[in-house]
């Protein structure tokens, strides 16, 4: 059974990774494995969904915790791959360069490629699954995320392009160990109850803090600041590098917390409602559009019902309004009549007694 793995793999490898390729070859397969990706996610979808039905989880957190599982199962792998690679393959290279007296680079993040293929073939499958995960922001309709998201592909595309392995693997253990520490918090949040509070509080420092070390300080001291004083030739690296750390800086959950604060004055204007720690945490925001799109719908529905019912009510009282008149000024005429001929009949007796 491993033999027949092994086969496999290294039969994905040959195919998706041949001699001679170019940055198009590259493309094309990125192309492919992502629609392979995105079969795979229909059928993990699938079987989440039938195993939710067993556990009694509402319909509506179904999307929400395949997104969420989804996203922690390949970045768990991602990262226990990245990291054997690092320690492996990269690590003991970049040893053995520092210890020569001339080294090809003044800072070990920018070793170029010890082997081209492998790295080719780790840039690929990482850059297909960022463009599953940017098509995924769009039909939610989290366009910032989804343009994070491309801006990271398109960085991989570069570190690939230049050769640095190092700074590329590095980067992305660091990010999708971030990732996986931040979808279960997300999941976790998601199956909270709207009463604890204190809980919600705690996740959302707890993000916070995590996302303050890794991009404020991590990424900031080991990748921003040597990528801002590489050489020249890394032009490209540095453009890429700078619009992606400030997509990740305006999609932060410190922007959110500030958002809220400026914005979300009425508690209909985000899913968290009155609470800061439920807006930051929500990732749904097109059902909760959705929803707040009808909810306006229906009480302008029933507001121009309540104009319209004493309008109706008019109209319809009026005939009978007009009837009960006639007929009274009927009656009264009848009666002065009667008495005009009461009168007249007495002055006759009288005259006729004369």
């Known amino acids: 059974m491993a033999e027949m793995v092994l086969l496999q793999l290294r039969a994905l490898r040959s195919w998706l990774v041949q001699g001679d390729r170019t940055m198009r070859d590259t493309l094309n397969s990125i192309f492919w494995l992502s ?8 059928q993990f979808r699938r079987m989440l969904q039938g195993l939710f039905r067993l556990g009694r989880i509402k319909r509506s957190q179904y999307g929400r915790l395949v997104q969420h599982l989804w996203s922690i199962c390949f970045h768990t792998s991602a990262t226990i791959f990245l990291l054997l690679y690092q320690l492996l393959l990269i690590r003991p290279e ?7 007296y001339f080294p090809q680079y003044h800072n070990a993040i920018f070793a170029t490629a010890c082997d081209p293929a492998k790295f080719e ?24 995320v989804a343009f994070s998201s491309t801006l990271h592909g398109v960085l991989l595309l570069c570190g690939f392009g230049m050769r640095l392995e190092n700074y590329s693997i590095l980067l992305n253990l660091y990010i999708a160990l971030y990732c996986v520490f931040r979808e279960g918090l997300l999941m976790y949040a998601s199956q909270m109850d709207q009463t604890s509070q204190r809980k919600l509080i705690f996740v959302v420092v707890l993000k916070c803090c995590t996302w ?17 004083y590489a050489r020249r030739q890394l032009f490209p690296l540095k453009l890429c590098f700078w ?3 400030c997509s990740c800086v305006w999609n932060s959950p410190l922007l959110k917390l ?5 914005y979300h004055t009425h508690p209909n204007d985000c899913e968290g409602g009155e609470s800061a720690a439920r807006c930051i945490l929500s990732t749904d925001w097109q059902t909760f559009r959705y929803m707040r799109t009808l909810q306006q719908a ?6 121009h019902e309540s104009r319209g019912r004493p309008r109706v009510s008019l109209t319809s009282e009026s005939p009978a309004r007009t009837a009960f008149q006639t007929i009274k000024c009927m009656v009264a005429m009848k009666r002065k009549a009667k008495r005009l001929r009461e009168g007249k009949e007495q002055r006759l007796l009288q005259a006729k007694q004369q």
């Not at 970049?94 to 020569?100: A, D």
């Not at 098509?135 to 939610?140: H, I, V």
């Not at 080991?222 to 990528?227: K, Q, V, Y």
Request: net charge positive.
């Open 35 to 42: 629609c392979l990706f995105g079969l795979v996610f229909v």
């Open 94 to 100: 970049v040893m053995r360069e520092s210890g020569k």
């Open 121 to 144: 073939l780790v840039t690929i499958v990482l850059v297909a699954f960022q463009v599953c995960s940017t098509f995924g922001s769009l039909a939610g309709c989290d366009y910032s």
């Open 212 to 228: 303050s070390y890794l991009f404020l300080y991590l990424l900031s001291f080991e990748f921003l600041i040597p990528t801002l």
């Open 243 to 245: 619009l992606w750390y």
């Open 258 to 262: 500030l958002y809220h604060k400026i």
């Open 298 to 303: 229906y009480l302008e529905l029933k507001k």
